[in-house]
């Protein structure tokens, strides 16, 4: 369905190739995987196969890239549309219309598709994709999993034959991912679809995928199957890691699987359970009957709780859930925010200037949004000044957070991990006594994920410092938190030490304890402590 | 007030009408009288969307034309002669500019003058705004001849991303002030300038590509799936709008 013979990628002023002929075949109804650190060119791939690379973006392609015998050297991706439906990172930067139903036919207007026809098959798409109760709301108004399937929806109605999708979970919840996921498994199952995603978190997607792709950065690329590629894979899902630990032969690809591998472990294993670590004793934050309303609905409803210092607090819950409420508010730019949220006994409505950045460092969920000077160098320097610390102070942070930066790179051409640790060095230059993070994962690999946790912990420890973190990130969760503040619908449903909220989630819970259920292990480094590395 | 839904065109003829409406008469109490009732239709038929928020920007916009307008006819021109309100000190300017003169006498004629000039050239920007936040830039698109694509493609971005981009705004200055930075003065709009800019490019050219693919224009004809009609709300809309430019 789709071939790639010998194709090269090369973007201009770049010194790079972002592929090196590569040769591959995609048969029909097969679902393959993309994976790669950040920034290696997985949506480059992606964009190839319906030419948007290099008609949109321009750089020199070699080779030829064909999908069902058309080459994209002859055709332009508005004369694949009948057969491509792509599906960008940010489906909201690509709606075209304002309401459901007419985002679905769009494309099928564009193509001049007679009314009848477009009738039918928006139904159709509706149905297939459950959105018929929402088919006359405003897209903007919809849940971030609800437009992922609009978008994914106003694919299908052209009955392409090849669907390509940029990071299809990675703004979602646990849940609304499970959605996605299953439906695209059904597309390939019943339509005999082809499916080509790429995805940094690997474990809610391996389990899908007949084939990965590895693309390591300097243009080389591995192709087989996800057996073979997570043998050796730098980038794998916990569950993998947690497959060669112990030694194991399988690679480790399904829960089911690694059950099954691992019944002699569980069953020679009793431990108790680990205490959780305490946190301090001092009070930071203190959030008192808080209510916050959007319009009129209410997205926080009377909440009290009280984090101490020495805490990792994860605030988890579904889109929508009321987590940037609680952030923002901790923060105290909320608004329409009745109820007090004191920091340190301060109203922190009322904190500003430098009391603020002494208390408080808040990183956004772009962080490029505290970005504004030309290069890295320029940043650090204002950071040194508004703190009053000597010169060069943040840079120094910045380099043991994330070495490697050069000074004189403009924070626009560093890579999502990069610049969220450039916002990190200059929100930690001046040692706040909090810091409270918006969904910092989106985008980032394995590696960088593994960074921010480390940064994390030892700020927390080093300074005895309160770490509020929103995520939907199960994994990083349990490699991270201390404890966990579960959110719906504007309560709080669970509050307490990580194990106890995730293990009492099967929906939330790491894949770790997945495997180990019922012992009491999150995180493979929790099974290498207690029953250490097997050759 | 309920909500007409009305063709996308509508406001915009109208608009259009009333702007030649102001320019003609050239009355700055017409122009502020047209532009209290726009505003007044804004803020009850306008959408819960992102384009429904841009016409408080239009305001602040228009405000400060205004304001830069008037004090630069009050400083800068021909004196005209009447009763003196006070005197600015003349600066001095060479003999080879005869007839300009920065500073002097304040006149209310001069004032008043300077004064309805900006305010008639606010009231056709408010007016087109207006029409901009009523008209769902995705309905106009839908509208409009498939021939001008590379306009339609810029109708599409310019519209539709740039009204995003209020929200973008109000986003940005709200991290910039956690960072402990002073969120008024000349400077935190250079600050803000480029996380927008750099946003702006990026959803832009998001945009551009999903319609891309999803082949927009390529074909040369192009069906409804909806189609919008013209009702008799539209033409008692735009007839509203005739009757004032020809009674004026």
């Known amino acids: 369905m789709i071939k790639f013979s010998n194709v090269s990628l090369v973007y201009p002023n770049s010194t790079t190739t972002v592929l090196e002929d590569l040769n591959l075949e ?75 139903e007419e985002e679905l036919a769009f494309a099928m207007e564009a193509l001049n598709l007679p009314n009848e026809t477009m009738r039918k098959r928006v139904e159709e798409a509706l149905d297939f994709m459950s ?36 990071e299809p979970t990675s703004a979602l919840d646990p849940i609304a991912a499970e959605e996605v996921l299953s439906i695209l498994q059904r597309l390939v199952h019943d339509l005999s679809i082809t499916v080509v995603i790429a995805e940094h978190k690997l474990e809610r997607v391996i389990g899908f995928a007949d084939r990965v792709i590895y693309i390591n950065g300097d243009g080389k690329t591995e192709i087989g199957t996800a057996a073979e590629i997570m043998k050796t894979s730098p980038i794998a899902p916990p569950i993998v890691h947690l497959a060669r630990a112990l030694g194991l032969d399988d690679a480790g690809l399904s829960v089911r699987d690694m059950r099954r591998n691992t019944q002699s472990i569980r069953e020679t294993i009793s431990i108790t359970p680990p205490s959780p670590i305490a946190p301090g004793t001092i009070p930071v934050i203190e959030i008192d009957q808080l209510t916050v309303t959007y319009d009129v609905k209410p997205a926080l409803n009377s909440i009290n709780a009280t984090i101490f210092d020495n805490e990792i607090v994860a605030v988890m819950g579904r889109n929508g859930a009321g987590k940037s409420s609680l952030l923002t508010s901790i923060a105290g ?31 956004p969920q772009e962080p490029s949004d505290l970005l504004y000077a030309q290069t890295v160098a320029k940043e ?156 | 007030m309920k909500r007409l839904s009305l063709h996308p065109l509508t406001w915009w003829i109208w608009s259009f009408l009333i702007a030649i409406s102001v320019a003609r008469l050239n009355s700055p109490i017409f122009a502020i009288a047209s532009v209290g009732v726009t505003a007044a239709i804004v803020y009850s038929q306008r959408e819960d969307a992102p384009w429904g928020q841009s016409f408080s920007w239009t305001l602040k916009v228009a405000a400060w034309i205004l304001a830069i307008r008037t004090l630069i006819g009050v400083l800068i021109g021909v004196p005209i002669p009447g009763t003196t309100i006070f005197t600015l000190p003349i600066i001095p300017l060479p003999h080879w500019m005869p007839g300009i003169r920065i500073g002097g006498a304040v006149t209310v004629e001069r004032l008043s003058s300077a004064l309805s000039e900006g305010v008639i050239i606010c009231a056709m920007l408010v007016i087109f705004g207006a029409a901009a936040s009523l008209t769902s830039p995705h309905r106009l698109l839908r509208v409009l001849p498939i021939y001008i694509y590379e306009f339609g493609v810029a109708v599409v971005i310019a519209t539709s991303v740039l009204p995003q981009l209020v929200t973008s705004v109000a986003r940005i200055r709200q991290a910039q002030r956690l960072r402990g930075q002073q969120a008024k003065g000349f400077r935190s709009y250079k600050r803000l300038a480029i996380p927008l800019l750099e946003e702006s490019l990026a959803r832009s050219l998001d945009l551009a590509a999903a319609m891309d693919s999803r082949g927009y224009a390529f074909s040369r004809k192009r069906s409804r799936y909806r189609p919008i009609r013209w009702t008799s709300r539209d033409t008692v809309v735009m007839l509203s709008g005739v009757l004032v430019m020809v009674l004026t």
């Open chain 1, 333 to 363: 730019v909320g608004s329409s925010t009745i109820g007090s949220v004191r920091i340190h006994s301060m109203d922190s409505r009322k904190l500003a200037g430098n009391t603020r950045r002494e208390l408080l460092g808040y990183i």
């Open chain 1, 380 to 535: 650090c320097q204002q950071a040194d000044k508004d703190n009053e610390i000597e010169a060069g102070t943040t840079f120094n942070l910045l380099e043991q957070l994330v070495p490697g930066i050069s000074l004189h790179t403009h924070p626009r051409d560093l890579s999502e991990g990069q610049r969220l640790g450039l916002a990190l060095s200059i929100v930690l230059s001046s040692n706040p006594r909090i810091l409270v993070l918006d969904e910092p994962t989106r985008g980032l690999d394995y590696e960088a994920k593994k960074n921010l946790t480390r940064i994390l912990i030892g700020f927390a420890k080093t300074f005895n410092r309160a770490v509020v973190i929103a995520t939907h990130d199960v994994e990083l969760v349990a490699e991270l938190a201390t404890r966990v503040i579960f959110l719906a619908d504007g309560d709080i449903v669970a509050d307490g030490p990580t194990i106890e909220v995730l293990l009492s989630s099967p929906a939330f819970a790491p894949q770790v304890s997945k495997v180990m259920s019922p012992v009491p292990w999150l995180t493979v480094r929790d099974v290498i402590a207690e029953i250490g590395e097997k050759p």
């Open chain 1, 131 to 166: 959105l018929a109760a929402l088919r006359s709301r405003a897209i903007a108004t919809l849940s971030g999993g609800e437009q992922q399937r609009v978008a994914i929806a106003s694919a299908l109605v052209m009955h392409p034959k090849v669907l390509v999708l940029d």
């Open chain 1, 26 to 100: 995609i048969a029909e109804g097969e679902l393959v995987l993309v994976i790669g650190p950040t920034g290696s060119g997985k949506s480059s791939l992606l964009r190839l196969i319906n030419g948007l690379v290099p008609h949109h973006t321009g750089g020199i392609l070699a080779g030829d890239v064909s999908v069902n015998g058309l080459s994209t050297r002859e055709v332009k991706p508005g004369g694949l549309a009948h057969l491509i439906g792509i599906v960008g990172q940010n489906p909201i930067n690509g709606f075209v219309a304002d309401t459901v």
